[in-house]
């Protein structure tokens, strides 16, 4: 009978070590959601749920409550930061998010505190969400996420935060953002706002390329041809043209807009990127400064 | 620690909990088809129960039949039936049956273990684990009267014990809400028996 005892009493605890960096996040209408208080006086939150922009309101599990203000929100990855006047708060102990394996046991604290348990259920590599983020890893957790958990922390069996529970991800899959992609984003949003992302400015329709156009690219897959230009983009002032077909970036072939995507995101803005493309029967190598991709309109 | 004994210390410590729970819990029938569970509350033959389980008032729609893990089919009288509550206790002729321990639904912690004992869907025996979703009792500042845990319970659960990892009863199963288990705390269920005692 001591095991399982000792196993219930350790997830109790689990919780209770979290919760002390758990917070109530008042930042839209009726239900709230949840926060962590990463750093002191810095709470995360899931993007999602912020709706307000001002008269923010975070409450600890003891009941004190305090205002919050918005430092900044990255779409991409469902995060916002808020700042807290309260210090002196604990922040949140973080625990190895690389170490966590299928199989392991995991719980989510939402505000109360509230408990979920279950299991890691897959892990993978790095990996981008379907509002652009990139994401260090894929962490999908087998627990209920019941309402107001999205911003909760994900929790291994010895309470230390290991990442951040949404359901602003996935519409199917219950999915956490591991802590080290967490303190990232906290890191760029505080010091620069931000999370900047290279941008070429470029729509892209894959082509099968006719066996002419192989010849003039060895090695090439598909081709990418362009189908749209942002005015006065990166790729309009380098000078590409509606209709070149993309062959290689940075002498890497491509097959899928999406290689455009993961290779021009991860670069530093102002750098420069080699294009190979075929314009009017003629093989071509454009250089291009990668831009900073424009915040989305809210 | 050693990466197997663990595991198994854990599973064998469940298969325990389970066998000794499994015999505390009875099946109750009320009106032909409402399948239900009960408790073996004590060992003057009480059985505590979810009103709900019973229907009505219990009395009108004829004895309630009980069937214990032995196999026996024993018909109740209804000692009480709340409603509000949703509980009820009734009484069968035996002397000799094997009472659930009870425990204290007053000092959960959220993220405890708990396991829920019933007849699922009519499947006699079954065990759920699952841990409490947040903390009862009356200094918990959810002010909720039910146990609410993070456990799947299905039609048939009702009437049955919650226990916690010692598998002492801490609640009686009553109803799912927002794809929460509901459980009324077992200290209600006591007071319930007492006034059934006393009478």
């Known amino acids: 009978m001591q095991t399982l005892v000792s196993l219930s009493n350790d997830l109790a605890s689990a919780v209770e070590r979290a919760a002390r960096a758990v917070v109530t996040v008042h930042a839209r209408p009726r239900l709230p959601s949840t926060g962590i208080v990463w750093r002191s006086g810095l709470v995360v939150t899931a993007e999602h749920t912020v709706r307000l922009e001002s008269d923010l309101r975070v409450t600890w599990t003891d009941g004190q409550s305090a205002p919050a203000t918005l430092v900044a929100r990255d779409p991409g990855t469902d995060l916002a930061v808020l700042r807290v006047v309260e210090s002196g708060r604990p922040a949140a102990e973080l625990g190895d998010s690389g170490a966590l394996r299928t199989g392991h046991l995991a719980l989510a604290v939402g505000y109360g505190p509230r408990a979920s348990w279950g299991v890691i259920s897959a892990t993978g590599g790095a990996w981008r969400t379907w509002r652009g983020g990139d994401v260090d890893r894929l962490l999908r957790v087998d627990l209920v996420l019941y309402p107001g958990f999205s911003g909760g922390p994900l929790v291994d069996a010895s309470g230390a935060v290991v990442g951040l529970v949404t359901s602003g991800l996935s519409r199917q899959l219950e999915l956490a953002v591991p802590a080290t992609t967490v303190s990232r984003v906290v890191d760029e949003l505080v010091s620069r706002g931000r999370v900047s992302r290279g941008y070429l400015g470029v729509g892209l329709q894959p082509v099968a390329l006719t066996e002419a156009f192989k010849r003039l690219a060895p090695g090439a897959g598909l081709g990418l041809m362009v189908v749209s230009l942002e005015p006065e983009g990166p790729a309009a002032r380098a000078g590409l043209l509606l209709g070149d077909v993309l062959t290689a970036l940075e002498g890497t072939p491509l097959h899928d807009p999406g290689d455009v995507t993961a290779a021009i995101a991860g670069r530093p803005v102002d750098s420069n990127v080699r294009v190979s493309l075929i314009r009017g029967g003629s093989p071509l190598d454009v250089s291009v400064t990668v831009g900073e991709r424009p915040s989305r309109k809210r | ?199």
Do not use: K, Y
């Open chain 2, 1 to 199: 620690m050693d990466g197997t004994e663990t595991p198994q210390a854990l599973a064998s410590d469940l298969a325990a909990v389970a066998r000794r729970l499994r015999q505390s819990t009875v099946e109750v029938r009320a009106m032909e088809r409402a399948i239900g569970s009960g408790i073996i509350w004590g060992g003057e033959g009480l059985i505590v129960t979810c009103a709900h389980v019973l229907r009505g008032d219990g009395r009108a729609s004829g004895a309630p039949m009980v069937r214990l893990a032995d196999g026996r089919l024993l018909r109740a009288a209804v000692l009480a039936c709340d409603r509000r509550a949703d509980l009820a206790v009734v009484r069968v002729d035996a002397q000799d049956l094997p009472a659930a321990s009870i425990g204290d639904s007053d000092c959960l912690r959220a993220g405890e273990l708990v396991l829920a004992f019933g007849h699922p869907w009519g499947l006699v025996g079954a065990v759920v684990t699952g841990v409490v979703h947040a903390a009862s009792g009356p200094e918990a500042p959810t002010g909720s009267p039910w146990i609410r845990a993070d456990l799947r319970l299905a039609p048939g659960h009702s009437g049955g014990p919650m226990t916690d990892a010692r598998g002492r009863v801490v609640g009686v199963n009553t109803m799912i809400a927002g794809g929460l288990a509901l459980a009324v705390p077992s200290r209600v269920a006591g007071a319930l028996v007492e006034r059934c005692r006393a009478r």
